[in-house]
């Protein structure tokens, strides 16, 4: 048998929420600020093991099983050749470390957050019932 997949509800004191979610504003756009300089970093992290791979797959050409040969528009030509993979050893291609989001994404988060803390501080009970606020909680 399935369970259901209810939330909780608990009292929560209002205060703890409130700076809960100022510090998931915080964080949010100390993410989105460093996002810039992060990618450029990736890219660069990126281009030097593309550049690797290259350099070790033009080693083992010979080793090619295929080769297509196409000529593009604007005096480009495009190589394509495969190896096998008992050819050469790939480094492990390097991945993102950090939370990368779009500017709506960031846009709308914020705006949650935002409106979910002047409500928070308009509200007069000490406690406030986490049920009650599901769509933050995933900020907290």
């Not at 990618?39 to 297509?68: D, F, G, H, I, P």
């Not at 993102?96 to 409106?115: F, G, H, L, S, V």
């Not at 501080?121 to 995933?138: F, R, S």
């Amino acid at each position: 048998m399935a369970r259901r997949n209810t939330g909780i509800n608990v009292p929560v004191a209002r205060v703890k929420v409130i700076k809960a979610l100022e510090q998931a504003l915080v964080k949010l756009e100390t993410n989105y600020k460093n996002q810039e300089t992060n990618e450029a970093k990736y890219n660069v992290t990126l281009k030097k093991w593309e550049s690797q791979v290259l350099k070790a797959a033009m080693s083992k050409l010979s080793k090619a099983t295929s080769v297509s040969v196409t000529t593009r528009y604007g005096n480009h030509i495009n190589i394509d050749f495969n190896l096998p993979l008992e050819a050469m050893k790939i480094l492990e291609k390097p991945e993102r470390d950090y939370p990368t989001m779009a500017d709506w994404q960031y846009k709308d988060d914020k705006e949650e957050i935002e409106n979910a803390i002047r409500v928070l501080k308009m509200c007069d009970n000490e406690t406030i019932n986490t049920a009650t606020y599901g769509g933050i909680t995933k900020y907290l």
